[in-house]
């Protein structure tokens, strides 16, 4: 068996740098690696209607902008299935039978729910969906028979959830029904879970404090300029802490070696700067600047081809129909497997209905 992706963001809001370095510049490379067989990259629509039931026409309106800001990227539609979620029923039925093999307790149990509960102040009034979302993820992943899911730290109790559903479902029904996913994690712990400009834990479209891969040179000028650094870092000379500061998680996740001569030479590399940054005498303001810069260089390019696509959106309206057919047709695949394994293909087993011929005439 060859080599599968299977990832998604939801439709909330366009995406942001957080996005970028946890999955979206992972998927183009392997997407250009060659090593995979195939790529679905998923816009989770139904996801993201688990805690927005009452707005629709956010999620009906932020499909194009996810779908603008993949093909920006460089998602390159003749290499990856770009879908939408909602168009392949199929996922629905695998997620109302693997919710047979999970617990309430269990659910409860999930790190990343918990703390989105908190952040969507839900306390008792948990929508039954959102709730069991990890259960419909696990249907996402599995239905495409995915290998591999490239994600932020974040997504890592889903992975699990799934894996212990295929394990579950496999040991019941059928060894080697469905194939066990694994997560591949960015290799830098900066963009494992990127901070909030703010200094939050996590730069998330539900907390309003991300930079968006299509804001304007100005906006991510002044986004940067207003970033968390150090409290305590107030005049020039005091010494200033790293960890914690913002700008400075930011340039782990996004500062390479040859970005010291084309912008700053006068340091040639992060840990010399970090070092005369702890010592005192180097200004937030200077240090900003050069991230600014880093960050222009890697969003100019995006924000152009962006600008490319939106001159056709029929096009990329074409291109998502298109992928969501071709994705529908896998999915009925597995569900098809999912349904024998089950025992529930009756129509399709004629031994079924010999048996029961020989039980009621014999
Ligand atoms: P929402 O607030 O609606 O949940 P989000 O900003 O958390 O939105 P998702 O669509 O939930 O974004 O996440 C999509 C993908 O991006 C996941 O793989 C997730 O791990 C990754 N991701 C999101 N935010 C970050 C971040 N700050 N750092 C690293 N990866 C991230
Ligand atoms: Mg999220």
Redesign the pocket.
């Known amino acids: 068996m060859g080599k599968i992706i299977l990832?998604?963001?939801?439709p909330?809001?366009r995406l942001?740098?957080?996005?970028f370095?946890?999955?979206?510049r992972r998927r183009v490379e392997l997407q250009n690696s060659g090593l995979f067989d195939k790529i679905f990259i998923m816009i989770?629509d139904a996801q993201?209607l688990t805690d927005n039931a009452d707005n629709p026409e956010k999620i009906r309106q932020n499909i194009i902008e996810v779908a603008l800001d993949y093909l920006a990227c460089g998602i390159d539609p003749s290499k990856s299935t770009i879908f939408i979620q909602s168009q392949v029923a199929e996922l629905c039925e695998l997620a109302f039978y693997y919710m047979n093999l999970v617990t309430v307790s269990r659910l409860q149990r999930n790190p990343t729910v918990k703390t989105?509960i908190q952040m969507r102040n839900f306390e008792t009034s948990i929508p039954v969906g959102f709730f069991t979302y990890p259960i419909s993820q696990a249907s996402d992943i599995t239905a495409f028979r995915a290998t591999t899911v490239?994600?932020?730290?974040?997504?890592q109790p889903m992975i699990e959830q799934a894996r212990e559903i295929v394990r579950r479902f496999n040991g019941i029904y059928g060894e080697n029904t469905l194939i066990e996913p694994e997560i591949l994690l960015?290799d830098n712990a900066a963009?494992?879970?990127?901070?909030?400009t703010d200094g939050k834990a996590?730069?998330?479209?539900?907390?309003g404090n991300?930079i968006y891969l299509s804001d304007s040179s100005e906006e991510v000028r002044k986004r940067v300029m207003s970033m968390y650094t150090d409290p305590d870092h107030i005049r020039v000379e005091d010494p200033g802490k790293v960890e914690g500061n913002t700008v400075f998680t930011y340039l782990d996740a996004f500062c390479r070696p040859e970005h010291f001569a084309k912008y700053w030479p006068d340091y040639c590399s992060l840990d010399e700067l970090k070092a005369h940054y702890m010592r005192g005498g180097l200004g937030d303001v200077k240090v900003k600047k050069f991230l600014y810069a880093i960050l222009e260089e890697l969003l100019t390019p995006i924000r152009e081809r962006r600008k490319e696509w939106e001159k056709d959106i029929p096009a990329v309206f074409d291109i998502l129909k298109k992928g969501s057919d071709a994705a529908r047709e896998v999915a009925a695949g597995t569900l098809a497997d999912v349904r024998r394994a089950m025992r529930i293909d009756y129509f399709d087993d004629a031994e079924l209905i010999a048996e029961q011929s020989r039980k009621f005439q014999g």
């Not at 990832?7 to 939801?10: A, I």
């Not at 370095?21 to 979206?24: I, P």
Request: proline share 8%; glycine share 16%; aromatic share 0%.
């Open positions: 990832t998604g963001d939801r909330t809001g942001h740098l957080g996005h370095v946890g999955s979206l989770a993201a989105e490239p994600a932020g730290e974040d997504q960015p963009c494992m879970r990127l901070p909030g996590k730069m998330s479209k539900s907390l991300c």
